[in-house]
């Protein structure tokens, strides 16, 4: 059951920028984490960036440090990742993810169990 609702995604030329946004229903105190992953085709889902809502401290895979930003507006219960110096790597479906018990692993799929439906983002070169 899809409850997480994102936006923002698209197409883009190599270099550009995009924002996500990710909308959880209820309290964002009722999660412990909130979260982006990707995935292309035939390829497993990626942990993208992670963020812990008590304290909003990031977490990151290598291949988006420093281009990347998650954030998190606590009273929408929405949470943001800004995509600069895009890539055509960063090519994907990308997917918001919410855990609401505790993670052992931010960026690994299995701690989540909530999902969006995600939403595309292409990077023409």
């Known amino acids: 059951q899809v409850h997480l609702v994102e936006s923002g995604g698209g197409s883009v030329q190599a270099g550009g920028s995009l924002r996500l946004s990710c909308k959880a229903p209820g309290s964002a105190g009722s999660y412990n984490l909130m979260a982006w992953f990707r995935q292309v085709p035939g390829k497993a889902r990626e942990g993208v960036a992670a963020i812990y809502i008590a304290t909003r401290n990031p977490r990151y895979t290598d291949s988006v440090k420093g281009r990347f930003t998650i954030s998190l507006v606590y009273a929408n219960s929405t949470v943001f990742l800004e995509m600069n110096s895009l890539k055509s790597d960063d090519t994907a479906m990308y997917y918001c993810?919410?855990?609401?018990?505790?993670?052992?692993?931010?960026?690994?799929?299995?701690?989540?169990?909530?999902w969006g439906q995600g939403i595309q983002v292409t990077v023409s070169s």
């Open positions: 993810a919410a855990s609401t018990q505790f993670v052992f692993t931010p960026l690994a799929p299995d701690e989540y169990n909530e």
